[in-house]
């Protein structure tokens, strides 16, 4: 059988919509609600914790994609001031009506001006860059001084907990994982958030963690992250044989139907400060002014 890895699209790393989940576009349309639902409230809790206010925007989301966390933060916070921003237009056109202005663009070379901005938050995106030091440098260039940058990821050595386990599945977890990496990603980068935002030259860098357990909501919502929709495309490039896909599904159906199952995502938000002098040139395209 040949073995056809699901490439991104240019430039977007190791993300790539259409080859996420099962279903395609609309599958992942479907995964980003459901991930953002899940874990938001807990998010939102971090971000203030770590500075975030709707007086001090505008906010930049870089990585916005379809707008999931854009909506929820309009909702949350009616004040702030909000700019989506994603390499992809088709999945950014999604995120009309989200209360955001919408910009199309490489996190690596916004179109912003520099010093505009007074966040910069950068969600699930640094896993999926072969290098994340360009991206980090274009956003310490747009924040003002005082400015706080906010990167939430994870580490898949310790991303979930669950009981039951089943140590059968470690092959496939494995080769999910090395799927990501051999197109430039990296699910291990939680461990070095705070490392990377130092050498950036951000400053009152921190790191904190967040979790999600069902013990406050249905195993189900796990979905996106647990069941086998996240598997259907390693299936279909072979890179999955039909009695591991099997496997997983079988063991999902066990976990969600067991009353005593317990499951505990962890993820982490690392914030840091924009020092008094921005780097480089000032930029004054078109953008926020």
Avoid at 45 to 51: C, V, Y
Avoid at 115 to 125: D, F, K, P
Avoid at 130 to 157: K, N
Avoid at 196 to 221: I, K, Q, S
Wanted: contains cysteine; proline residues 8%.
């Amino acid at each position: 059988m040949t073995t056809s890895i699901p490439t991104p699209a240019p430039n977007a790393g190791s993300y790539n919509p259409a080859a996420t989940t099962a279903g395609g576009m609309t599958g992942e349309l479907a995964r980003l609600e459901a991930q953002a639902e899940l874990s938001f409230d807990e998010e939102l809790s971090l971000l203030r914790e770590l500075g975030l206010t709707a007086s001090d925007g505008p906010l930049v989301e870089v990585g916005a994609g379809s707008g999931a966390i854009t909506r929820r933060l309009r909702r949350a916070m009616p004040d702030l001031s909000l700019v989506a921003v994603d390499i992809d237009p088709d999945l950014l056109a999604h995120a009309e009506g989200a209360g955001a202005e919408l910009v199309v663009a490489d996190a690596a070379d916004l179109p912003l001006e520099t010093a505009s901005a007074g966040y910069v938050l950068l969600r699930y995106v640094l896993q999926h860059l072969p290098d994340p030091a360009p991206a980090l440098a274009e956003a310490r260039r747009i924040l003002r001084p005082g400015g706080r940058i906010l990167v939430t990821e994870v580490d898949a050595s310790c991303w979930g907990l669950a009981e039951p386990a089943y140590p059968e599945l470690a092959g496939i977890h494995a080769k999910m994982a090395a799927t990501q990496q051999a197109v430039g990603g990296d699910r291990t980068i939680g461990r070095r958030l705070t490392r990377l935002l130092r050498v950036t030259g951000f400053t009152e860098v921190a790191l904190r963690p967040f979790a999600t357990t069902n013990d406050t909501r249905p195993t189900d919502d796990f979905a996106p992250h647990l069941g086998p929709g996240r598997l259907q495309p390693l299936l279909t490039a072979g890179v999955l044989s039909l009695r591991e896909f099997a496997l997983a599904a079988d063991r999902w159906n066990r976990f969600r139907a067991d009353p005593n199952a317990w499951v505990m995502l962890l993820g982490f938000t690392a914030a840091g400060t924009a020092p008094d002098e921005p780097p480089g040139g000032r930029r004054t395209p078109e953008g926020i002014q």
